[in-house]
């Protein structure tokens, strides 16, 4: 028997210890399993998008089930495409819009009315120009079809962030400049995190909101022109067109296995890591879990291919490219009474003259007799949008803050309001219909609930959100001072969750205004309902190829929907920004 000493065993054993570092575990193995099909699945789909246009006639969308698996990889491609391009824009956008009062004076108001337009308003004029971009292949028709859907997603997320940005605590803010940080050392240090967890439950909504739009999204009518690309959109309409239930059926459970595998593999995990950005001062006591995230921090040979990526991804990110942030004031005062006013009347000039070019156009085939069917009819949808956001609110407001301070329980809950919220309409028009028509019932009232069935959740995933965000600190401080019932409402809760609602009840008066164009004419084969309404002008315009009525349309429902931000949710806007300034 051979004894080694320790100087000879050392080297052998920082030898193994080594070797095995280097090597995969098994968490390692599924980690890569999960990622190689991912890229599969992600280059098949890309594959297809470019294939020649002609190949939607000669194969075009049918009702096979066994074709299910491939156009909900196709829609899901264009969603996850449509999400990414959101994501770049409320980055840039929205932080343009925090930063610079400037940028914020067209930002801002250019929101209000781009969340006004609606989808199918999008599609009118961009389906030409993207055709025209890739003539003869099908990528024209779905740079269209993505771009619509990122137009049902950014403006939410984009006004969460900007929100925010604008509502970092001022204590927070005067240790970063304290301490030296350069503006994009302090984004990503203090105001990216800070707005991250209500960031990732609007991007979650967002991706579940687009689903509403993706029948119009994919089963693209504007006057002559008509695209089928091949999806689960394209299902629904086909499957409405021809009055089959089954059909029906078959593409509500596909988009429900889309929206679980979407919510393991990805959100669930970003909930769980985003946690750790919550801003409090005592650690909460339950935090979300995800078996995603846990394989991943469980791996040994992937998270050392990630470091050198890490390492440089945290150089980028934390480099000092300015002067430090308090010097930076004190060298850069604000600019000039006389400079502002300058760039407000540009400003105005350049609306006056757009607003101008929409009445010149307008003008060639209608009179002004003719805006007042679509101003009434305005002042209808106004109505109905009112009643519909105050009574989501009174229903989602106690759920979501409920649901939001119990992590165990918003872990069950996610998937489940994730796909409600994905839920499109279109799939309960035909129920709509027949007991509208069977009861005689008004569809001026009947028809309207519709409007809110995939907006509501904004107001839900907000306020889940910012009850998720609450500190725990003044939970326990106030269950220390007893407060219950409507004191704890009143002075802890509702005020912590105000600047969250606001975003979310905002985007969801927003995009209720955008469903009245689906909402207010339901279909089922041959039998069609209408409601009177800004929605059904603009849905018949569209259909019809009317253009100029398309543009009266959409304008007057941008002006109803800027007046209304304007008046109500700009200043509770303000409000809640004030509240988390003196907080």
Same mark, same amino acid.
């Given at each position: 028997?051979?004894?080694?000493?320790?100087?000879?065993?050392?080297?052998?054993?920082?030898?193994?210890?080594?070797?095995?570092?280097?090597?995969?575990?098994? +968490?390692?193995?599924?980690?890569?399993?999960?990622?190689?099909?991912?890229?599969?699945?992600?280059?098949?789909? $890309?594959?297809?998008?470019?294939?020649?246009?002609?190949?939607?006639?000669?194969?075009?969308?049918?009702?096979?089930?066994?074709?299910?698996?491939?156009?909900?990889?196709?829609?899901?491609?264009?969603?996850?495409?449509?999400?990414?391009?959101?994501?770049?824009?409320?980055?840039?956008?929205?932080?343009?819009?925090?930063?610079?009062?400037?940028?914020?004076?067209?930002?801002?108001?250019?929101?209000?009315?781009?969340?006004?337009?609606?989808?199918?308003?999008?599609?009118?004029?961009?389906?030409?120009?993207?055709?025209?971009?890739?003539?003869?292949?099908?990528?024209?028709?779905?740079?269209?079809?993505?771009?619509?859907?990122?137009?049902?997603?950014?403006?939410?997320?984009?006004?969460?962030? +900007?929100?925010?940005?604008?509502?970092?605590?001022?204590?927070?803010?005067?240790?970063?400049?304290? #301490?030296?940080?350069?503006?994009?050392?302090?984004?990503?240090?203090?105001?990216?995190?800070?707005?991250?967890?209500?960031?990732?439950?609007?991007?979650?909504?967002?991706?579940?909101?687009?689903?509403?739009?993706?029948? $119009?999204?994919?089963?693209?009518?504007?006057?002559?022109?008509?695209?089928?690309?091949?999806?689960?959109?394209?299902?629904?309409?086909?499957?409405?067109?021809?009055?089959?239930?089954?059909?029906?059926?078959?593409?509500?459970?596909?988009?429900?296995?889309?929206?679980?595998?979407?919510?393991?593999?990805?959100?669930?995990?970003?909930?769980?890591?985003?946690?750790?950005?919550?801003?409090?001062?005592?650690?909460?006591?339950?935090?979300?879990?995800?078996?995603?995230?846990?394989?991943?921090?469980?791996?040994?040979?992937?998270?050392?291919?990630?470091?050198?990526?890490?390492?440089?991804?945290?150089?980028?990110?934390?480099?000092?490219?300015?002067?430090?942030?308090?010097? =930076?004031?004190?060298?850069?005062?604000?600019?000039?009474?006389?400079?502002? +006013?300058?760039?407000?009347?540009?400003?105005?000039?350049?609306? $006056?003259?757009?607003?101008?070019?929409?009445?010149?156009?307008?003008?060639?085939?209608?009179?002004?007799?003719?805006?007042?069917?679509?101003?009434?009819?305005?002042?209808?949808?106004?109505?109905?949008?009112?009643?519909?956001?105050?009574?989501?609110?009174?229903?989602?407001?106690?759920?979501?803050?409920?649901?939001?301070?119990?992590?165990?329980?918003?872990?069950?809950?996610?998937?489940?309001?994730?796909?409600?919220?994905?839920?499109?309409?279109?799939?309960? #028009?035909?129920?709509?219909?027949? =007991?509208?028509?069977?009861?005689?019932?008004?569809?001026?009232?009947?028809?309207?609930?519709?409007?809110?069935?995939?907006?509501?959740?904004?107001?839900?995933?907000?306020?889940?959100?910012?009850?998720?965000?609450?500190?725990?600190?003044?939970?326990?401080?106030?269950?220390?001072?007893?407060?219950?019932?409507?004191?704890?409402?009143?002075?802890?809760?509702?005020?912590?969750?105000?600047?969250? +609602?606001?975003?979310?009840?905002?985007?969801?008066?927003?995009?209720?205004?955008?469903?009245?164009?689906?909402?207010?004419?339901?279909?089922?084969?041959?039998?069609?309902?209408?409601?009177?309404?800004?929605?059904?002008?603009?849905?018949?315009?569209?259909?019809?190829?009317?253009?100029?009525?398309?543009?009266?349309?959409?304008?007057?429902?941008?002006?109803?929907?800027?007046?209304?931000?304007?008046?109500?949710?700009?200043?509770?806007?303000?409000?809640?920004?004030?509240?988390?300034?003196?907080?």
């Amino acid at each position: 028997m051979v004894f080694l000493s320790n100087s000879q065993a050392r080297p052998s054993t920082l030898a193994a210890l080594a070797r095995d570092r280097l090597l995969p575990n098994i +968490y390692d193995l599924v980690a890569f399993a999960l990622l190689a099909a991912l890229a599969v699945v992600t280059l098949h789909a $890309a594959a297809a998008m470019h294939a020649p246009l002609s190949g939607l006639t000669t194969a075009p969308v049918t009702l096979d089930p066994a074709l299910l698996p491939e156009y909900a990889l196709r829609t899901t491609m264009r969603m996850f495409a449509a999400i990414i391009a959101s994501l770049i824009f409320t980055f840039v956008v929205a932080t343009l819009a925090a930063k610079s009062r400037r940028a914020e004076l067209v930002i801002i108001p250019a929101l209000d009315i781009l969340q006004s337009v609606p989808v199918l308003g999008f599609l009118t004029f961009t389906v030409t120009f993207f055709m025209g971009l890739f003539p003869g292949s099908q990528l024209g028709a779905e740079c269209a079809s993505i771009f619509a859907i990122f137009t049902s997603q950014a403006w939410n997320m984009a006004f969460s962030f +900007y929100q925010s940005l604008r509502t970092v605590p001022r204590d927070l803010d005067e240790v970063s400049r304290s #301490f030296g940080l350069s503006s994009w050392q302090r984004f990503w240090r203090l105001e990216a995190p800070f707005a991250m967890p209500g960031l990732v439950w609007n991007t979650m909504m967002s991706m579940s909101g687009g689903w509403f739009f993706v029948v $119009a999204s994919e089963a693209i009518t504007v006057g002559d022109t008509t695209v089928q690309l091949p999806g689960l959109g394209s299902w629904l309409a086909l499957a409405i067109q021809n009055q089959d239930f089954a059909a029906v059926a078959w593409a509500v459970l596909a988009m429900a296995v889309v929206i679980a595998l979407y919510d393991q593999l990805l959100f669930r995990p970003i909930v769980a890591w985003a946690d750790k950005f919550r801003f409090e001062q005592t650690a909460g006591q339950q935090r979300p879990r995800s078996w995603v995230y846990a394989l991943a921090r469980r791996t040994r040979l992937f998270k050392r291919l990630m470091t050198p990526f890490a390492w440089l991804g945290s150089r980028v990110l934390l480099m000092r490219l300015r002067r430090p942030a308090s010097m =930076a004031a004190k060298a850069a005062p604000e600019a000039s009474k006389l400079l502002d +006013y300058a760039w407000l009347g540009l400003i105005m000039a350049l609306g $006056a003259w757009a607003a101008w070019t929409a009445v010149a156009y307008v003008g060639q085939s209608l009179s002004w007799s003719d805006a007042w069917d679509p101003l009434a009819r305005g002042v209808v949808t106004l109505l109905r949008v009112i009643v519909l956001i105050a009574l989501a609110s009174i229903i989602w407001v106690p759920l979501g803050v409920w649901i939001g301070l119990r992590p165990a329980v918003a872990e069950r809950v996610q998937p489940v309001a994730q796909f409600l919220a994905a839920f499109p309409a279109n799939v309960l #028009f035909p129920f709509a219909v027949v =007991a509208i028509v069977s009861t005689g019932a008004s569809p001026n009232i009947w028809l309207s609930p519709l409007m809110v069935l995939g907006t509501q959740w904004y107001i839900l995933f907000n306020v889940i959100a910012g009850a998720s965000a609450f500190p725990t600190d003044l939970r326990e401080a106030a269950a220390v001072y007893q407060l219950r019932s409507w004191s704890w409402w009143r002075r802890v809760m509702l005020p912590g969750i105000f600047p969250y +609602y606001v975003t979310g009840a905002l985007t969801a008066s927003g995009g209720s205004w955008n469903a009245s164009i689906v909402a207010e004419i339901a279909s089922w084969g041959d039998t069609k309902l209408e409601a009177y309404g800004l929605g059904s002008y603009i849905a018949k315009a569209t259909e019809a190829g009317d253009f100029p009525r398309v543009v009266l349309g959409i304008a007057v429902m941008s002006l109803f929907v800027t007046l209304f931000n304007r008046t109500l949710w700009r200043p509770l806007y303000v409000l809640a920004e004030r509240r988390m300034r003196l907080d």
